[in-house]
């Protein structure tokens, strides 16, 4: 579904990322872990259009979008939850979702996106009055991600969704992943939780300062002594 192909970034003069590669395959759950400033997030951004790729190439489900405009992308189906959910605090946790839904091709269809959001995250319903702002951290993580499934996705990149939320919320942001992927969602998550993320990943990335160290399946990547020493404290 997504193959990115000798990718560059740079901010200003300084290069972050080093001809990364990797590819995403339809339905499956891919995960790049790797230490903070190893390069995930611009990882996240390039592939959402919100930083501009200085080489290399992204195609999504065929097409090359690495030029492409990035509210194009939204409407060609692949959404950012960005690290730190950006809710809007002020308006309330309806007004998010419904601004997620402003894109030409999820606007039709935007009231039953919206019901299907409050039967996966009845907690939402419960508050859609509420101002975003007041709710818990994992609250506004399930509206980050409740609003950018009324995007109607085809990929969903999350970017680090478990930062700063207690043990119990995070076991249910990877259990909302899993119900996402069997649901037929494709995802790219970006995690320092490497332990539960690679469990849960079909494929999985290991990147070090900008590149790609080591690549294979979750369970592989979960063996490797690299990984056990410098991520899993073993
Ligand atoms: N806006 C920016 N301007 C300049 N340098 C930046 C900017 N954003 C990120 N960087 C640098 O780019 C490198 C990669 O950062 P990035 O945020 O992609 O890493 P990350 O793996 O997501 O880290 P973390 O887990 O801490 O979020 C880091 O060295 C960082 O300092």
Known sequence: MLSVTGLRAAYGPVQVLFDVDFDVAAGSVTTLIGANGAGKTTIMKSVA?????????????????????????????????????????????????????????????????????????????????????????????????GRGLMARPRLILMDEPTLGLAPVMVKQVFETIEEL??????????????????????????????????????????GSPEVRRAYLGM
């Open 49 to 145: 259009g919100l930083v501009s790729a200085t080489g290399g190439t992204i195609r999504f489900e065929g097409r090359d979008i690495t030029r492409t405009a990035s509210h194009d992308r939204v409407d060609a189906g692949l959404c950012l939850i960005p690290e730190g959910r950006l809710v809007f605090p002020g308006m309330t946790v309806e007004q998010n979702l419904r601004l997620g839904a402003i894109a030409p091709r999820a606007r039709a269809g935007h009231s039953g996106m919206l019901q299907e959001v409050f039967r996966r995250f009845p907690r939402l319903e419960e508050r859609r009055a509420q101002q975003a702002g007041l709710m818990s951290g994992g609250e506004q993580q399930m509206l980050a991600l």
């Open 181 to 222: 992927r069997t649901a037929g969602f494709t995802i790219l998550l970006a995690e320092q939780n490497a332990r539960v993320a690679l469990e849960l990943a079909d494929r999985a990335y290991l990147l070090e300062n900008g590149r790609v160290a080591l690549s294979g399946p979750g369970s592989d990547l979960l």
